[in-house]
Every structure is written in structure tokens, then in C-alpha cells.
């Protein structure tokens, strides 16, 4: 069975200060990761995607993520961070039943 | 690509009454997912089609909750007897076929039961 854990529910950070959210998988067969953001009002939107091949996987408005398969994690990463990031980011993985199973989300909000 | 879309955006109904959401896929894209998103949680999968077919609809919370595609194209999610639980943003999303193909999303409808 696949599961995702994301470790916080709410992050603030300061404008143009670095920011990791945490996400942390468990699953039974090969795994296959994504980060969605959500802003208000609005559906998900696909940030990146770890399928195979290199670790750290490089995706849209300069955010970033590495697989670490021994500590089952895949934690996304920006190194300077902007108002126009504050959103509902929400960790996934690919489920054998073609469908995504997500984390519970973190808030990631951006104090000017 | 005019990317997915849902209608309505928001609906507002009073409890035991049924309600039908549309979801419109990207044109070239097969497969076609709902997930129901409560406040403060990700989003939870219900269903999915394949071209007309309904692979997978196991998820569906209860027997009130039903969907079609009769067209291979739009959908439609039908919930019967609406009760204040079913209060939540319903999502689709569509995609390709292949392997881990990502999925793309509408903007949701959301459900308010008075």
C-alpha cells in the first residue's frame, strides 16, 4: 500500500529567504513521486515529477526535489522564495490502481 | 490545450437534494479522474475512466455517488441525496495513457449543503 506523509502543515518564511517542505512515502512497489501546488480557489497544478533516472529533479517557478530512496523522502526545495509562492503544496504518489495518492498538504506562506 | 474545465464552478444546495458536476477534459487526453478534496486534506481519488470505460470505481464514497462518460469525452459526477458530509471541492483531472502519465486539473467544482 502507498502512503505520504508531510511533515508540516503550515510554513512561513521570509521573501527571498530558502525554504524546504518535508514529504516522507512509504509504498510496496516502485514508486513514482509528485509535487502539485494549489493557489485559492483553484485546482493543482503539476510543479515536477520523479519517475527514474537522476535523483534531483528540477521543476517549474525554480523549485527543485530529491529522491532519497534510503530515507524514503522527497523533499521539495527553493532557494529564494516570493510572494507569489504563498499556496497549498501537496506531495503524491503513484498509486498501482493509476491513480495519485496525496499528502494532507503544507501551506507555504511568504512574509514580505 | 484550454486545459480542464469544470462547471459549475460553485454549487449551493439543501440537504437530500441531488447534484450533477461536469467535467470537460483536455481534448487528446484518454483518461479521466475524479477526486473529492476536503478542507485542511489532499485531494481523495473516486474514480477513474478510460475512454468510455469506468476502470476503477471502488473509491466511490457510497451508493450515492456515480459518474459516466458515455462519449469517451465529458463526464459527469451525480451525488443522490445530498447529506452535509458531501460538503467539499470536487476535482477532475485528465490525462494521457502511458505509464505515470501526470494528470492535469480543473479549477474544482465546490459543494456547499445547507
Known amino acids: 500500500a502507498q502512503s505520504v506523509t508531510q511533515l508540516d502543515s503550515q510554513v512561513p518564511v521570509f521573501e527571498e529567504a530558502p525554504v524546504e517542505l518535508r514529504c516522507n512515502y512509504s509504498?510496496?512497489?516502485?514508486?513514482?513521486l509528485f509535487w502539485y501546488v494549489q493557489y485559492p480557489n483553484q485546482g493543482l497544478q503539476l510543479l515536477l515529477k520523479y519517475l527514474s533516472g537522476s535523483t534531483l529533479v528540477k521543476g517549474i517557478n525554480g523549485f527543485e526535489a530529491e529522491f532519497n530512496k534510503s530515507q524514503t523522502s522527497f523533499h521539495l526545495r527553493k532557494p529564494s522564495v516570493h510572494i507569489s509562492d504563498t499556496a497549498e503544496y501537496f506531495c503524491a504518489v503513484f498509486s498501482g490502481a493509476n491513480n495519485l495518492f496525496f499528502g494532507t498538504g503544507t501551506r507555504l506562506t511568504v512574509i514580505p | 490545450d484550454t486545459g480542464v474545465s469544470q462547471n459549475p464552478r460553485h454549487k449551493i444546495t439543501k440537504r437530500g437534494q441531488n447534484v450533477t458536476f461536469r467535467c470537460d477534459p483536455i481534448s487528446e487526453h484518454n483518461r479521466l479522474y475524479w477526486y473529492r478534496q476536503t478542507l485542511g486534506q489532499g485531494p481523495e481519488f473516486l474514480t477513474y475512466f478510460q475512454n468510455e470505460a469506468q476502470l476503477e470505481k471502488s473509491r466511490l464514497l457510497s451508493d450515492r455517488f456515480s459518474a459516466e462518460r458515455p462519449k469517451g469525452s465529458f463526464s459527469t459526477l451525480e451525488i443522490q441525496r445530498t447529506e452535509q458530509g458531501d460538503s467539499a471541492m470536487y476535482l477532475c483531472a485528465s490525462s494521457l495513457i502511458g505509464p505515470y502519465q501526470p494528470q492535469h486539473f480543473g479549477d474544482g467544482t465546490r459543494l456547499s449543503i445547507l
Open positions: 509504498s510496496s512497489v516502485s514508486v513514482y
